[in-house]
């Protein structure tokens, strides 16, 4: 068991293109969407990942995450109502890494930075690229957007 | 994967208890309860699971189970809405193990025979306590107990 404490937010720029990241492509579905039990299945590259996260709590939320063979992953996203694709960026900045996700399919035109912090209260530098916090925006979750996709809103 | 074919029965007596067996007590919840897609957490005597099961297909349904540590499977269950409790008594008639479920707390009076079969046509001897075949229906399925406990039918 973990606990995640994550910050989330949308881009003001595309200038973050410009700078070193490496990129991975990454499917996911849900096995449960309810917020306070979400189950989602994922390959990222060729890595699976069975995750299970537990209600919200402000910006944290208890996280259980194991890897699963690819077969697995495969024949239990086709389980899924939905599957989200999308390339998620790696980019460092100072001691923390920028996860930005470019959301492709139904959810093309999204693009959200999120940052994983060690404490709630964390000090962080915002990049000139860093748009509105949506942190606490349940439309951003991608549970909720694996069910209303963002060509919807 | 793997693909789970089993039979269920009621039972027509208790002659069962006087035979040799081995029994555990197995505490389980559910992340989704979906039958398209469900999602199980368990405790088997000191062991956690976790396990996705799809939608059956007459008595066969794929199964992914994966053992997980008992720490993470103790603070599953308290995300779930509803913790089934039952003791599994394990019983071997020829080729076959037969799993007798005894329900305790709100589904106590409730105990169902279930056999896993190698395939959906396999023959089988039906031992003299065996009652009602219930494989095919619903409300005998774990996920929907644990909604619609037996107390309350």
Same mark, same amino acid.
């Given at each position: 068991m973990a606990t995640e404490i994550e910050r989330k937010?949308?881009?003001s720029s595309d200038i973050w293109r410009t700078l070193?990241?490496?990129? %991975? /492509?990454?499917?996911q579905g849900y096995l449960s969407a309810e917020p306070a039990r979400t %189950? /989602? %299945?994922?390959?990222?590259?060729?890595?699976?990942f069975l995750t299970v996260k537990g209600q919200n709590h402000g910006i944290s939320r208890v996280e259980f995450e194991y890897p699963i063979p690819h077969t697995d992953a495969e024949a239990m996203l086709a389980l899924c109502p939905h599957v989200l694709d999308k390339t998620r960026h790696l980019l460092q900045t100072g001691? *923390? %890494?920028?996860?930005i996700d470019e959301f492709?399919?139904?959810?093309?035109g999204l693009v959200v930075a999120e940052i994983e912090?060690?404490?709630v209260d964390a000090e962080f530098t915002r990049p000139a690229w860093l748009g509105e916090e949506v942190s606490h925006d349940?439309? *951003?979750y991608n549970s909720y957007l694996s069910q209303h996709p963002y060509n919807r809103w």
């Amino acid at each position: 068991m973990a606990t995640e404490i994550e910050r989330k937010f949308l881009l003001s720029s595309d200038i973050w293109r410009t700078l070193p990241h490496t990129s %991975v /492509r990454i499917a996911q579905g849900y096995l449960s969407a309810e917020p306070a039990r979400t %189950v /989602r %299945v994922r390959i990222k590259g060729e890595a699976g990942f069975l995750t299970v996260k537990g209600q919200n709590h402000g910006i944290s939320r208890v996280e259980f995450e194991y890897p699963i063979p690819h077969t697995d992953a495969e024949a239990m996203l086709a389980l899924c109502p939905h599957v989200l694709d999308k390339t998620r960026h790696l980019l460092q900045t100072g001691p *923390y %890494v920028w996860e930005i996700d470019e959301f492709h399919g139904d959810n093309a035109g999204l693009v959200v930075a999120e940052i994983e912090l060690p404490a709630v209260d964390a000090e962080f530098t915002r990049p000139a690229w860093l748009g509105e916090e949506v942190s606490h925006d349940a439309r *951003y979750y991608n549970s909720y957007l694996s069910q209303h996709p963002y060509n919807r809103w």
